[in-house]
């Protein structure tokens, strides 16, 4: 079982930047990869970015590639994710998860991951 809690959520100016963590319970963290989604009012979940349980891949959205940065230290059980240029469409409650895969595009889908986070709210608005 793997326990995660997101923080670092809140209200930021369109340009702006925020940066979220993950923190996870257990000790087997590094066999997990890790990926962030998001979910705005009345859309579906959708993928954010993810990362290999080693930390040396990492995989975009198409939408926030350039903006966004995902990272792990897998000696302090956290995932990160860096958050710049913020725009208002990234408006939205944002989850951690983590899979049992270990890396692959797998990481991309949602059904492949097997905890989730309680979420946190990043508000993106003048």
């Known amino acids: 079982q793997v326990q995660l809690v997101e923080s670092g959520g809140g209200l930021v100016q369109p340009g702006g930047s925020l940066r979220l963590s993950c923190a996870a319970s257990?000790?087997?963290?590094?066999?997990?990869?890790m990926g962030w989604f998001r979910q705005a009012p009345g859309k579906e979940r959708e993928f954010v970015a993810a990362?290999?349980?080693?930390?040396?891949?990492?995989y975009y959205a198409d939408s926030v590639k350039g903006r966004f940065t995902i990272s792990r230290v897998n000696a302090k059980n956290t995932v990160y994710l860096e958050m710049n240029r913020l725009k208002p469409e990234d408006t939205a409650v944002y989850f951690c998860?983590?899979?049992?895969?270990?890396?692959?595009?797998?990481?991309?889908?949602?059904?492949?991951?097997?905890?989730w986070g309680q979420g946190a709210q990043v508000t993106v608005s003048s």
């Open positions: 998860a983590a899979s049992r895969r270990y890396s692959g595009e797998y990481l991309r889908v949602i059904k492949d991951y097997d905890y």
């Open positions: 257990g000790r087997t963290f590094s066999s997990y990869g």
């Open positions: 990362i290999s349980a080693s930390g040396g891949t990492s």
